[in-house]
């Protein structure tokens, strides 16, 4: 195959929300097409495993943004340009000159440190939930709250300002919202994090990560503040929506929840299948990346200048296993791409993991009659956001 056809597909129309956009399957089923954003912009989509795992590692392709294609449906992206200290949007050195010094605070040795803090957060939003009693919301009373304070915690800020965070986050991800109010909210939580430097300067902290951003780096107060800001906003989004997509799809599949409880000692392995199976069926198209060079992928050249895009429901692709497009929570761990891939792969997957694991395992041990409310077809989605999820979760025990 050589060429492609142009083929818009709509990216907010889904038969079940726990689905792909309506045409998106049938649209990538012969390999790599060209789609057009919302905005107008054509990009290469790529779905195979292979050919995602190349544009995000493949040095030909660049993370840098310059007139490339927005995760958003109108005007410009929230983040204005330049944006220093937003490791999306860096390659190479400069990339590595930020990602580095703070890969350490997101090591397997810290965030299993951090577990027993995690049960404890967890626990404590349980017990609460239980006080009050069915019914109850699982993305006020557990998936917001719970990452929030993590992050805010490996950051050095205090819980207080856990709304503000999270009002932040709406505006960072979201795909509708304006420069403006954005602006508004950046400039607020930069306030509170510019004393936040300060003290840990003072005091020559080291021991969270604004404290080694201002002590142990060369990062400027700008970069410092856009890097805590997105971690903040990142590190309980994206875990949010995780955890809430996670409960809805074993909500609709009681044979999977069911070996969930009957063995939670394999919650680390399950998060993965589960990480595997939502992100893959979800589809829909994301991470653009532009070529600097000709790039052959799957057939297709993808000529210096063009952009591709990456689907996740490479994830679902029976190379990776057997029934890939089935969830099975007794299956071994897979290699997926629910992280990404290559430099820009999550810098916070080990936390995710440790978040998602204590989750799971949690609430489904505590509440082993929890059911949803409603069908879930019939709950509300944030289409709004670049970060797909649940706005409501209502369930009863």
């Given amino acids: ?54 544009v995000l590692s493949d040095q030909r392709f660049s993370a840098t943004r310059e007139g490339g294609p927005e995760m958003r449906t109108v005007g410009e992206p929230i983040l204005g340009r330049p944006q220093p200290g937003n490791m999306n949007v860096l390659d190479g050195d400069e990339h590595l000159r930020l990602r580095r010094p703070l890969s350490r605070a997101f090591m397997v040795k810290k965030m299993n440190e951090m577990r027993p803090r995690i049960q404890q957060i967890v626990d404590d939003h349980l017990d609460a939930m239980e006080r009050r009693g069915a019914p109850a919301d699982l993305v006020p009373a557990l998936c917001l709250p719970v990452p929030s304070l993590v992050i805010a915690e ?58 080694l951003m201002v002590n142990e780096t060369d990062f400027d107060m700008e970069e410092m503040l856009m890097l ?111 992280f990404g891939f290559g430099p820009h792969q999550c810098l916070g997957a ?11 395992r949690s609430l489904f041990t505590r509440f082993p009659n929890l059911r949803p409310a409603i069908p879930v077809t019939e709950m509300d989605f944030r289409e709004d956001s670049i970060t797909y999820g649940a706005a409501a979760i209502p369930v009863v025990w």
């Fill in 154 to 211: 490996l950051l050095g800020v205090s819980p207080e300002h856990q709304e503000l965070f999270q009002s932040t986050a709406r505006e960072m991800f979201g795909k509708n919202g304006s420069k403006e109010v954005y602006d508004a909210k950046a400039a607020e939580l930069g306030e509170v994090l510019v004393k936040v430097a300060a003290e840990k300067k003072a005091l020559g902290t080291t021991d969270d990560m604004i404290g």
């Fill in 350 to 360: 080990n936390l995710a993991r440790a978040e998602l694991q204590i989750l799971l």
């Fill in 228 to 338: 805590a800001i997105g971690l903040l906003a990142a590190g309980h989004e994206t875990t949010s929506n995780f955890f809430g997509l996670f409960a809805l799809t074993l909500f609709e599949r009681p044979d999977q929840l069911e070996i969930l409880q009957r063995d939670p000692s394999r919650a680390d392995v399950m998060v993965e299948e589960l990480l595997r199976y939502t992100i893959g069926r979800l589809g829909g198209a994301g991470l653009a990346r532009k070529a600097v060079e000709d790039v052959e992928i799957d057939g297709v050249t993808i000529k210096a200048g063009e952009w591709a895009t990456v689907t996740f429901r490479a994830n679902l692709e029976e190379t990776l296993c057997p029934n890939a497009g089935e969830l099975d929570l007794e299956r071994k761990a897979v290699s997926h791409l629910g």
């Fill in 1 to 54: 195959m050589t060429e492609a056809a142009v083929c818009p597909v709509p990216h907010e129309n889904r038969a079940h929300p726990l689905g792909a956009p309506a045409g998106f399957e049938e649209a990538i089923g012969n390999g790599p097409v060209k789609m057009i954003w919302p905005n107008g912009v054509e990009a290469w989509v790529i779905s195979s495993y292979t050919g995602v795992r190349q």
